[in-house]
Nanobody, 128 residues
Framework: EVPYVESGGGSVQTGGSLTLSCSAT????????WGWFRQAPGEECEGVAAIDFDRNAAYSDSVAGRFNITRDAVKRTVYLQMTALEPNDTGIYYCAAAPYRSAAHALGDSWRTWTSLWGQGTQVTVSE
């Protein structure tokens, strides 16, 4: 069973905003580095944001300045605030956790390296 679940996706127009949530069960160590990944139609899954235990964050070039990743240890939830959304942001968004120390290093690794535990994701659709 995947120890986290994504929610918060939806359909918005260009320029709109959404906040995704990733809720973790008690099974997984919340101190792990957490990441958000995007699977666009016909594209390889890519990491878009990561946050480590010290709350250092890293972002892909495509979302830097528009997305913000945060973590709440009390709620055991990781958030991805997405603003100024563009049609290229359309895709299924997944969260994942892995024992990286550095968010920057973590985001540089392929999604295949992170973990074998992937949930259902949450769909984000951005229209013109």
């Amino acid at each position: 069973e995947v120890p986290y679940v994504e929610s918060g996706g939806g359909s918005v127009q260009t320029g709109g905003s959404l906040t995704l949530s990733c809720s973790a069960t008690s099974v997984i160590d919340f101190d792990y580095c957490w990441g958000w990944f995007r699977q666009a139609p016909g594209e390889e899954c890519e990491g878009v944001a990561a946050i480590d235990f010290d709350r250092n964050a890293a972002y892909s070039d495509s979302v830097a300045g528009r997305f913000n990743i945060t973590r709440d240890a009390v709620k055991r939830t990781v958030y991805l605030q997405m603003t100024a959304l563009e049609p290229n942001d359309t895709g299924i968004y997944y969260c994942a956790a892995a024992p990286y120390r550095s968010a920057a290093h973590a985001l540089g690794d392929s999604w295949r390296t992170w973990t074998s535990l992937w949930g259902q994701g949450t769909q984000v659709t951005v229209s013109e």
